[in-house]
């Protein structure tokens, strides 16, 4: 019980001093500051993952032309040079599983320029169970120059051929800046 406890303490001291980002990654109550231009997101009020509870968003589409949609988050203000957590817990059903589901951050310039993708293939595991919340994380550092903003894109991917409905939900979707700070040594 007692490592317990202190393991509890150094995760929460650990967790304030670093910056949690996104306005609404638990969907605990709605899915605002989260849009797509292609599709339009549902609030799942009555699932979401053990993590956070109440609350999920979920988006699909029936084109059945191989290609990918998406929600994105709101645009957060990143420092150069730091680490940052990206984590999602994700779930797809019984009879509309896509053909894959990924995240990836969108980095933006001072002016809301865009300036790169990183990471753009971090794709979750699609041979887990249906019907179950899976967690996904990645640790990423702001390696594109010039990034003062960001946001997550959230993806599902569609088949090109057979499954008219391909949806997926996505639950506790976080961006953390770490505390570490990333920097090269002399002579590197």
């Not at 406890?5 to 990654?25: E, H, I, K, P, T």
């Not at 569609?158 to 953390?176: E, M, T």
Request: hydrophobic share 35%.
């Amino acid at each position: 019980m007692k490592k317990i406890c202190v393991c509890g303490m150094l995760l929460c001291s650990w967790l304030a001093q670093g910056q949690l980002l996104l306005s609404n990654g638990t969907f605990d109550q709605n899915i605002n500051d989260w849009q797509s231009p292609s599709v339009v997101p549902t609030w799942v009020a009555s699932d979401g993952a053990p993590t956070s509870g109440n609350g999920s968003i979920e988006f699909s589409d029936n084109f059945n032309n191989g290609s990918s949609i998406y929600v994105d988050s709101e645009l957060v203000p990143v420092t150069p040079g730091y680490r940052y957590v990206l984590a999602t817990s994700y779930k797809y059903m019984t009879g509309s599983v896509p053909n894959g589901m990924s995240i990836s951050i969108e980095w933006f310039d001072d002016q809301e320029n865009f300036v790169g993708s990183y990471p753009w293939d971090a794709y979750f595991n699609m041979w887990q169970n249906t019907d179950q919340w899976h967690h996904f994380d990645q640790h990423v550092e702001n390696i594109i120059p010039d990034a003062t903003q960001a946001r997550v894109r959230l993806w599902v991917h569609q088949h090109s051929q057979g499954s008219d409905d391909n949806r997926g939900r996505f639950d506790d979707v976080i961006l953390f800046q770490d505390t570490v700070f990333v920097a090269k040594f002399e002579g590197q």
